[in-house]
């Protein structure tokens, strides 16, 4: 059993910074990719940003010079550093993970996402 738990969203000024974090946890044999998907009322979830194991960054073009994604292996945890916040940014922030686990000699992979944490962006 693995999971993943946000933490960090809350409620700031356009123009703010937050950072929101994540953590995996449970019977871990190793991360890939780790990611960051937001959905705001009455839209699709879409990528925000996802970072590999060895470091490399992809961020999606509304995001692209305002946040920061990055990770640490050793603590199964990856950041999302958010600045200049518009009110546009204002949604549900979930954190995804590609987990492996090791069962006897089988390495299973999964899919995994956090239950979410709301970030709004407003004066």
């Known amino acids: 059993q693995v999971h993943v738990v946000e933490s960090g969203g809350g409620l700031v000024q356009p123009g703010g910074s937050l950072s929101l974090s994540c953590t995996a946890s449970g019977s871990i044999f190793s991360i890939s990719d780790m990611g960051w998907y937001r959905q705001a009322p009455g839209k699709e979830r879409e990528l925000v940003a996802d970072i590999t194991s060895g470091g490399i960054t992809n961020y999606a073009d509304p995001v692209k010079g305002r946040f920061t994604i990055s990770r640490d292996n050793a603590k199964n945890t990856v950041y999302l550093q958010m600045n200049t916040l518009k009110p546009e940014d204002t949604a549900v922030y979930y954190c995804?993970?590609?987990?492996?686990?090791?069962?006897?000699?089988?390495?299973?992979?999964?899919?995994?996402w956090g239950e979410g944490t709301l970030v709004t962006v407003s004066s």
């Open positions: 995804n993970a590609v987990i492996k686990t090791l069962t006897g000699d089988i390495i299973h992979e999964m899919d995994v």
